[in-house]
Structures are given as structure tokens and as C-alpha cells.
């Protein structure tokens, strides 16, 4: 297998574990099991939580989102088992959608774009190059700097929209439509609100910030080439007799 292969493979998982594995189990808890709505919905959502869970712990790092979304699951479990209302349940996956997209909106107001930080290593990749213009970019140092600087913005506008939509739409469908309706409803909102994030957030944002990133570390590399030929030239070797 590829190493290509492998990303793929690792870009999908979380997919499958935060919704195919959600999804399936509800279905499978009950219709196979009998079990009532609420209990296949409770059950169903503990891979995601436990999941997540251990992920933090196996980093030994809190990573924010990581952490906003295991807080959301058992904070929700709770309400659920408490009020025993499905729809609850349902509408309480909206809220990670709604407070990751508000924290992104506010991000762009305050002047630093959240999603900047999970941009960053898909473009640039490790390479030491790129990194470089990247940080002229970031800084101010070179000429698209401003440009880079809008571009920045409205990438994370986009996600924050797009976030903040889905959340309201699954919440609506959440006491709206029939709850067994809504458990792959819910799922087909989500995936169709990260495809237009992409596309969206990709033309408006990712798609030229990678051209300006290109063409920053063109200039670099003939800017650093001109300095070796400029200082170059054979070294004097004085031989002692």
C-alpha cells in the first residue's frame, strides 16, 4: 500500500468513527436489538465520545476541538438520560457544530483566523521552502501579504457560515421530522455542509492562498539563488611553503 494510500486511509477514519460507526449502531441497536430510540441514540453516541477520549489521552495534549466535542457528548448523554427526549439527543449534535462556528467567526473579527492553523501544514506540506514564504506572507514581509491576509478571512468566514447554517438546520429537523428520519438526515446535513465548505472555502480561500504560497516561494528561491551567484566565485587558497 502507498503512502498516499495511507493518508487517504487516515483522513477518512474519523469520518467513519463520528458517523458511519454512530449511524450504523443506531440501526443496529434498534432493529436488531429492540432497543428504544433513546437508548440506540445514547448508545450509539459513546464510539464518538470514547473515541475522542482517547485520542486526547494517547496525544497527552488538550486539543480544543477534541475536547469541545467529548464535553458536548456526555454533557448531552446527561440531558438526554435525564429528560429521556430523543430529540434532545439529536439536536444536542448541533451544538458542536454551532460553538465551533462561532468560535471561528469570532476568531475572524479578533483578526486571527482559526482554521489558518489546520490550513497551514496542507499547503505547506514540510517543506522548508514554503514554510518560509508562509511566514513572509503571514507577516507582512511580502507583496501579496494583504492579499494572503483577506484570503485568510474569508476561508474561515466560509467555515463559520457554513458551520452555523448546518447547526440551525439539524436543530429544526431535530423537532421537525420524525426522529428515525432525522438519525440519517442529520448525518447527509453534515456531509453536505462540509462539501460546500470545501468547495466554498477552497475557491475563496485555500485555492488562492496555495497560488500566492507558490509564487512566494519562487521568489525565494531565485532571491536566494541571485545572493550565491553575486557572492560566489572560486575561494583563494594560499598554499604555506
Known sequence: MTTNQHKKQNAFAPLLMDVAVPLGSYYLFKGAFGMSTFAALAWSSLVPALRTGWSAVRE?????????????????????????????????????????????????????????????????????????????????????????????????????????????????????????????????????????GIVLGGALGAGPIQEMLASEAKAGEAEESGAVEVGGGVPEVVLAR
Do not use: Q
Request: net charge positive; glycine share 10%; aromatic share 6%.
Open 60 to 196: 497527552r495534549a488538550v486539543n480544543g476541538l477534541a475536547g469541545l466535542i467529548l464535553v458536548v457528548n456526555v454533557v448531552g448523554l446527561v440531558l438526554t438520560f435525564v429528560s429521556g427526549d430523543p430529540r434532545l439527543m439529536l439536536a444536542k449534535d448541533s451544538v458542536v457544530s454551532s460553538t465551533v462556528g462561532i468560535g471561528i467567526l469570532v476568531s475572524v473579527v479578533l483578526g486571527r483566523p482559526m482554521m489558518t492553523a489546520g490550513l497551514k501544514p496542507f499547503l505547506v506540506k514540510g517543506d522548508a521552502v514554503k514554510e518560509a514564504a508562509w511566514g513572509r506572507l503571514e507577516s507582512g514581509a511580502a507583496a501579496a501579504s494583504a492579499d494572503f491576509r483577506r484570503r485568510e478571512r474569508a476561508f474561515s468566514l466560509v467555515w463559520g457560515v457554513v458551520l452555523l447554517t448546518e447547526c440551525v438546520l439539524r436543530v429544526v429537523g431535530a423537532y421537525t421530522v420524525p426522529v428515525d428520519t432525522m438519525v440519517w438526515l442529520g448525518s447527509v446535513v453534515m456531509v453536505v455542509a462540509i462539501g460546500l
